[in-house]
């Protein structure tokens, strides 16, 4: 049984930063494509970004560029989330996402076969 569980959620102020990580069991995450998504109560599911299985194909969410980074740390087995200048509107539930295929195909959720229960990220203005 495939499991992510995600951890580094936590409260801050307007312009901090946080780093979320991603573990799994069940599963190798070397070979996926992976992703952080993240969700608000009465809003869709949004992608944040996406890596490849290498590392070296990455995407991101227009409100992600210059201030979130996607990784793989650990011989690529965990997937990392650096968030800086944290805005409140950042604000939202994340989960972590891994597909089948170590090919990524865009932020869609559809995409994406496993996800983890979410971490909670507070911003206070």
């Known amino acids: 049984q495939v499991r992510l569980t995600e951890s580094g959620g936590g409260s801050v102020q307007a312009g901090e930063s946080l780093t979320l990580s991603c573990i799994a069991s069940g599963i190798t995450l070397k070979w996926q494509c992976m992703a952080w998504f993240r969700q608000t109560p009465g809003k869709e599911r949004e992608g944040v970004a996406t890596i490849d299985s290498s590392g070296n194909i990455i995407e991101y969410a227009d409100f992600a560029k210059g201030r979130f980074t996607i990784s793989r740390v650990h011989d690529r087995t965990t997937l990392s989330l650096q968030m800086n200048s944290l805005k409140p509107e950042d604000a939202a539930v994340y989960y972590c996402?891994?597909?089948?295929?170590?090919?990524?195909?865009?932020?869609?959720?559809?995409?994406?076969?496993?996800w983890g229960q979410g971490t909670q990220v507070t911003v206070s203005s």
């Open positions: 996402a891994a597909s089948k295929s170590s090919w990524c195909n865009g932020l869609e959720r559809t995409v994406f076969d496993y």
